[in-house]
């Protein structure tokens, strides 16, 4: 894909400087809208299925997405909503406006850096529940460090795949989280940007390795030393993004892309490859190729195999069964 793209001139003004920040600011108002799907209402978020996708959207467009211990709540319940059901395929998460998400709520951390807060609590001072207590536990392997636990890297655990569509600014804590997608698809608008040294911090929420397992430890190290600023383009070239679209293609673009999956793929063997990409990565070689031969004989007891193979000697698209399977309950783990 190499298409010309019309890059528009930024503002160097005060929003700009509030992103570098990884910070937005507060007015006392939030900006709220009300989505029900099925028996769920959410306030900070808003969630769509539209078979085979599942559009998650950060809903806070006057404060850049900005996160609140009630929107991380709501975030992984709908994400655990949309692995357990099985008109889904894959799922995307996005902002409204123009930001993805422009890292913690200002209030929340003043709060902390003053001693008052506690980043376990929601946006009215109670201590955060999570709802439901739907979420996603990975079928690990033996041996398995239990990574997929992390407060932010939980869609890793998720059995389907799922994307980032990055519409403008990622910012401080948003950084790991969209990294923690599986795919990121950006436009050039889109603006990834630490500010962690600048504020005293460290690499937040699991960054110290998704960073570096994406672009390498050397530009790892210069994006968290130096807090600047990388647009869509760069994004692409070092490996932050996949794809590089045009900001009024971008949720077509992914939503064609799960769609052609969900034609053309086996949502069983999806799930299986994602587990073996993240989990393998901690494992040598000679467990990875051991644990491989062990999925690739449990994947011809399946009937997708057999799908597979029928489809391609006939000539049609294949039928291949969603997820989660029959019998796997919610989260629809398959091992």
């Not at 993004?241 to 900001?247: F, G, M, R, S, T």
Request: hydrophobic content about 40%; proline content about 5%.
């Amino acid at each position: 894909m190499s298409p010309s793209f019309r890059l528009r001139a930024t503002n160097g003004g005060r929003w700009w400087r509030l992103v570098d920040a990884g910070l937005v600011p507060h007015d006392g108002m939030c900006y709220q809208r009300r989505m029900t799907d099925g028996d769920a209402s959410y306030q900070n978020i808003l969630y769509e299925v539209d078979d085979p996708v599942a559009v998650i959207t950060l809903n806070r467009p006057e404060h850049l997405n900005a996160w609140t211990g009630a929107m991380d709540a709501e975030v992984r319940d709908a994400m655990t909503r949309a692995n357990g059901d099985r008109r889904v395929v894959g799922i995307i998460l996005t902002g409204a406006g123009r930001g993805f998400c422009a890292g913690a709520d200002m209030n929340a951390l003043d709060a902390l850096s003053s001693g008052g807060g506690d980043i376990g609590r929601d946006d009215s001072g109670r201590q955060r529940r999570e709802p439901g207590g739907r979420f996603p536990q990975r079928k690990t392997t033996a041996g398995s460090t239990g990574d997929f636990d992390g407060r932010l890297t939980y869609p890793l655990a998720l059995d389907k795949p799922v994307i980032a569509a990055v519409n403008g600014a990622v910012a401080g804590m948003a950084y790991p989280l969209a990294l923690a997608c599986d795919l990121r698809v950006v436009t050039p608008d889109a603006l990834f940007v630490t500010a962690f040294a600048q504020r005293g911090l460290i690499a937040e929420w699991g960054l110290s390795f998704l960073l570096p397992r994406l672009v390498g430890p050397s530009v790892a190290l210069d994006l968290l030393m130096s807090s600047r600023r990388v647009g869509g383009e760069e994004a692409l070239r070092l490996g932050l993004a996949n794809y590089l679209v045009e900001p009024d293609e971008l949720l077509d673009f992914c939503r064609r892309y799960i769609e052609d999956l969900a034609a053309r793929c086996s949502p069983s063997s999806i799930a299986v490859m994602k587990r073996q990409v993240h989990e393998q990565f901690h494992a040598g070689l000679g467990d990875a190729e051991r644990e491989s031969q062990k999925l690739m004989v449990d994947s011809f007891q399946r009937p997708d195999f057999a799908e597979g193979v029928q489809s391609f000697i006939r000539k049609r698209p294949p039928e291949f069964a969603r997820l989660p399977l029959d019998g796997d309950g919610e989260q629809g783990n398959v091992s």
